[in-house]
């Protein structure tokens, strides 16, 4: 990625979308706008979080998903086979419609707000699902650039429903073969058109992990297609990115991000516990940093990452993008020098627990307060390089 300064600072993914923005999304979903219209205030909105990153001294920064209505679930229109469904709507087809009900009423998330893609056919990637947004952003910037794609193992289970996926694929792991394929394809286009960071949104590693299967889940996917074995799960989420990622080492850096939820201010819906059982398989994956949530104290101890092997990377995590509250910058820099304990200074990245913008019908904070988190990590990041320069 060329030469970065100690402990860059960079986003998650998602930016807070202005009003345009999500008007045009919503008239998107209904047909109320062509394809011309709606690429014309998707790049004003891109232009719009580009100068707040800027703005507020970020160093490798994202088109903050503006042409997305989720992180996830924008790619079933880039995918043949692929029919997107509120959650509502995919009552009538899971299979324990209990436990999914005890879902939709555990989330403090309208059960029409929240939308998933469904494998209803054949999966084939019938067009880029993220290149065409890198190729727009490398055009209006010369910083390094992070691009987001959802994790293999979350398009798997969340997409593999078994009364509208079977026929086409009997199992999530025949699907996952489909999938592995997609996200390959995706990640040689963007390397070969010169992006040099791709994350992977893996954040129901930690649902899986912490969470048995009759338990009430915060992660809508975690209650699909699931096994009894959390290990069995994990190992299958290992063999999909490490699938993905085969080959590409030194050509494009990768990273898995992996945290406990971002759709609401309500600390008690959303996930905790430190990710200590998620380590051994952590360990295991091919990718470059893992990009981890450190702001709360849901996350538990900093410690557990000990274990994790030397040469990986860290995006530590170090604001909350849910809260109003800005952090302070010492309370930013004694989480970093937290980790320093067990990474060189060379190995760690700042950024938020997570996206600004989340759900574009749910957003979790302002513009105005993303910048001053964001500001605050450049500042923390400026007082830690002075500390920790290179010789």
Not at 90 to 118: G, W
Not at 175 to 204: K, S, T
């Amino acid at each position: 990625m060329g030469s970065l300064p100690l402990f860059p600072v960079t986003v998650v993914g998602s930016m807070p979308r202005s009003p345009d923005m999500l008007k045009a999304l919503r008239q998107k979903e209904k047909g109320a706008i062509t394809k011309e219209e709606f690429e014309a205030i998707a790049g004003k909105a891109v232009l719009e979080a580009l100068h707040l990153q800027e703005e507020a001294g970020v160093e490798i920064v994202s088109d903050g998903e503006q042409r997305r209505d989720s992180f996830f679930s924008f790619i079933a229109e880039h995918i043949d086979g692929a029919r997107l469904m509120t959650l509502a709507e995919m009552l009538d087809f899971v299979e324990d419609k209990a436990a999914f009900e005890r879902l939709l009423s555990a989330l403090d998330v309208p059960a029409f707000a929240l939308k998933n893609p469904v494998a209803v056919g054949n999966l084939k990637r019938k067009d880029p699902l993220v290149l065409n947004d890198y190729l727009y952003l490398r055009k209006q910037t010369a910083k390094p650039i992070k691009v987001t794609l959802p994790g293999p193992y979350l398009m798997t289970r969340s997409m593999w429903v078994k009364a509208l996926s079977s026929k086409y694929y009997p199992d999530k792991e025949s699907m996952g073969n489909a999938v592995v394929g997609i996200l390959r394809e995706e990640l040689a286009a963007l390397r070969d058109n010169g992006c040099q960071f791709v994350q992977f949104d893996e954040p129901v590693l930690t649902e899986v992990a912490f969470a048995g299967p009759n338990e009430t889940h915060t992660f809508m996917c975690a209650a699909l297609s699931e096994k009894s074995s959390p290990k069995e799960e994990l190992e299958f989420a290992v063999h999909l990115i490490n699938r993905i990622v085969d080959g590409f080492a030194g050509e494009i850096k990768t990273a898995l991000h992996v945290c406990r939820g971002n759709w609401s201010r309500k600390e008690s819906v959303l996930l905790r516990g430190a990710y200590g059982p998620l380590i051994p398989f952590l360990s295991k994956m091919n990718v470059d940093q893992f990009v981890l949530e450190y702001a709360t104290e849901r996350a538990g101890s900093i410690d557990v990452l000990a274990d994790l092997p030397a040469g990986k990377e860290i995006g530590l995590g170090v604001v909350d993008p849910r809260t109003a509250e800005v952090e302070t910058v010492e309370f930013v820099v004694s989480k970093v020098k937290g980790l320093l304990k067990h990474r060189r200074p060379d190995q760690i990245y700042l950024n938020p627990d997570c996206g600004f913008g989340t759900f574009s019908d749910r957003p979790m904070n302002t513009q105005a307060i993303a910048v001053k988190k964001m500001h605050v990590m450049r500042v923390a990041a400026e007082i830690l390089r002075n500390e920790y320069r290179r010789p």
